[in-house]
């Protein structure tokens, strides 16, 4: 849960939900927002990725914030912000299966590089 904290630490105005489904809201209330947190050894780059698993696709949310946490729990990385349905449009769907250098991808799932989200700062 670090990277959730340091989302409300980052934009105080953002309320934690009481639904499993989502988050954080809006301070109207009116929007969703769905933390999608990385574990890392570094500070990302603009080509790293971030990913949406796509068992998650239908869940009710409509803003995802992407962030990394170190492996140390020392710092935590906001990376971007999205709608969910420019991230849907905007993203690569990886199957299930698929091998990327030593890894080997356990589920289908969405991703997108952290150059093409939304400064964080829009928030």
């Known amino acids: ?3 959730e904290i340091a989302i409300k ?3 105080e105005k953002l309320i934690y939900s009481q639904d499993d ?3 954080f809201l809006s301070s109207s209330k009116k929007i969703t927002f769905d933390s999608k947190a990385q574990g890392c050894n570094s500070k990302p780059k603009l080509d790293y990725v971030g990913t949406l ?5 239908n ?3 409509d803003m995802l914030i992407f962030s990394r946490v170190k492996n140390t729990h020392d710092i935590v990385w906001i990376t971007g912000i999205m709608s969910k349905g420019d991230f849907l449009k905007n993203s690569k769907l990886i199957p299930k299966g698929t091998k990327n250098n030593n890894f ?7 991703e997108i590089e952290y150059g093409e989200l939304y ?3 829009l928030l």
């Open 53 to 57: 698993y796509e068992s998650q696709k």
């Open 119 to 121: 400064n964080p700062t």
């Open 21 to 23: 489904s989502v988050d």
């Open 59 to 61: 869940r009710k949310f």
């Open 1 to 3: 849960y670090l990277a």
């Open 9 to 11: 630490h980052t934009f």
């Open 104 to 110: 080997t991808y356990d589920e289908s799932r969405y």
